[in-house]
């Protein structure tokens, strides 16, 4: 009786032990990785973000970092809402293969053939090529790269007014390209794929989203168009000094409104690797083949940027004040979703992708972070060799006016009084400049190379180029200072 009772007590042990090892074993990838993303909000300065991990076609970890708003102090939680960016671009593809899927729509129809409320300007390129196919592909040849945003307390203009103009500043959507020649990013493009949504449907877009993609994928806590109670629950956007800015609204709302959890947005995926009853196999088959090289390190499906061979699939987002981004396997049946509140958020959603393809043995990202970290190292040397000698001229010329200063000594002599007005200028000129290169610098890249908007130099570039930067402004403004500042010379 006792030998049984002692045998029992070892093998009650003995399981409990295994599973306790069991446990650790599976939640210490997640602890680590945790607190890795805990480590890269601080670093690279970011209010708060939300992350959902996906194995073997199940979410097996979220976890919620930072604060919601630094204004409250509130906290992020996992059912805290952010803006998904052009992530919604992903989700309004699924809408538009949804009505192709039922036979309302062809993939190689001209959009003119759903269209009566809009129509594309007058152009020297034929837009009976522009099809459905290569909108959702971004290789209609179609402008307007992405948006600015409205004051959320603006009146929001209609799909029409939008791709006409009325887009805070963004332009009108036009054809300015050979259909099917080439790609080239086009948040216009889907806002007229919302507009068709509508056409075919006769429901407005948001509804008819609601209705047949995310309440059948279980997105409980998304919209394109939320309501007060979703709208209670939505972090604060917030710029690169972590200052709280407006939660900018999009008319286009088919292009980049979408607002979800890290949850919700995670089921979106776990939809595109399994059974689900919106999209056949076949359908999803189709929106995930790879279509055209972006020329940016992945092609362009569907809807989707695939890389790693074909094999992970995905979107991201970058509005003002939000950056996120969502990938996933379905060979591997895993996934990622990131979302943050910050301008700054880019990085650490890079960053936290290629530790998630470490930690959890994706390799799919392996060769896209090794050239990541090659780009930052560069970026760091640049920007510390930068810092140094701008610095050095600075501290030099700092020391040489005090010296003379002290000497009674003068090396600079104030310009004539018919000079000083070009000083100020310049001076102004510098600063304006300089704020919008460094806070704005997508203006430029975005008229230059069509890069979005979100792109700037503090999200991409190490501290020490911030530092460079400054310096490089304090020195400026160190000349003019003392050349206003000095007595002007006797004639």
């Not at 919302?194 to 209705?211: H, R």
């Not at 005090?402 to 004539?416: E, G």
Request: proline residues 4%; aromatic residues 8%.
């Amino acid at each position: 009786m006792t030998q049984n009772f002692d045998r029992l007590i070892c093998l009650t042990t003995f399981l409990l032990t295994m599973a306790i090892e069991s446990s650790q074993a599976t939640s210490t990838p997640h602890v680590a990785f945790d607190e890795f993303v805990e480590q890269q909000v601080e670093v690279h300065k970011v209010a708060g973000g939300a992350i959902a991990i996906i194995e073997q076609g199940t979410i097996t970890h979220e976890s919620a970092f930072g604060l919601r708003s630094t204004e409250t102090s509130a906290p992020v939680s996992p059912d805290t809402v952010f803006q998904a960016a052009s992530i919604s671009k992903a989700v309004t593809a699924w809408g538009v293969m949804r009505l192709v899927q039922e036979g309302h729509v062809e993939l190689d129809a001209p959009v003119s053939k759903y269209l009566t409320r809009w129509h594309l300007p007058p152009s020297p390129f034929d837009e009976d090529e522009v099809t459905i196919r290569r909108v959702l592909s971004h290789t209609a040849g179609l402008s307007l790269p992405s948006y600015v945003g409205f004051d959320p307390a603006a009146s929001l203009p209609t799909f029409e007014a939008s791709l006409s103009g009325d887009t805070a500043g963004s332009g009108s959507l036009e054809l300015v390209a050979i259909p099917g020649d080439g790609w080239a990013y086009s948040g216009g493009g889907y806002t007229l794929l919302g507009l068709i949504i509508e056409e075919v449907t006769g429901q407005t877009f948001a509804a008819y989203m609601e209705e047949h993609i995310l309440r059948p994928l279980g997105m409980a806590n998304s919209s394109y168009l939320p309501d007060e109670g979703l709208l209670s629950r939505t972090a604060q956007a917030h710029d690169f000094y972590l200052n709280t800015i407006p939660n900018y609204r999009l008319a286009a709302q088919s292009a980049g409104s979408l607002h979800t959890t890290a949850r919700d947005l995670a089921r979106f995926a776990i939809a595109n690797m399994n059974d689900n009853p919106v999209l056949t196999r076949e359908t999803l088959n189709e929106m995930h083949t790879p279509i055209i090289d972006t020329g940016f390190g992945s092609e362009m499906s569907l809807g989707f940027f695939v890389e790693g061979e074909g094999q992970l699939i995905g979107h991201s987002g970058s509005n003002r004040g939000w950056k996120a981004r969502v990938q996933f396997s379905p060979a591997s049946n895993v996934g990622l979703v990131v979302l943050t509140n910050s301008e700054s958020g880019e990085a650490l959603v890079s960053d936290t992708f290629c530790r998630w393809n470490d930690v959890f043995e994706i390799g799919l990202l392996t060769t896209r972070c090794a050239q990541q970290n090659e780009q930052q190292s560069l970026l760091e040397s640049i920007g510390w060799l930068s810092t140094i000698l701008i610095s050095s001229v600075a501290l030099a010329l700092a020391l040489r006016l005090l010296s003379n200063v002290l000497l009674n000594r003068r090396i600079l002599a104030r310009p004539a009084a018919n000079e000083w007005r070009c000083w100020a200028l310049a001076l102004a000129l510098l600063i304006t400049t300089a704020h919008c290169l460094f806070l704005y610098s997508g203006l430029g890249v975005w008229i230059v190379a069509g890069i979005p908007w979100g792109f700037s130099i503090a999200d991409h570039a190490p501290n020490s180029i911030r530092y460079a930067f400054h310096a490089l402004l304090g020195l400026y403004a160190l000349i003019a200072a003392s050349l206003l500042m000095l007595p002007r010379e006797r004639q």
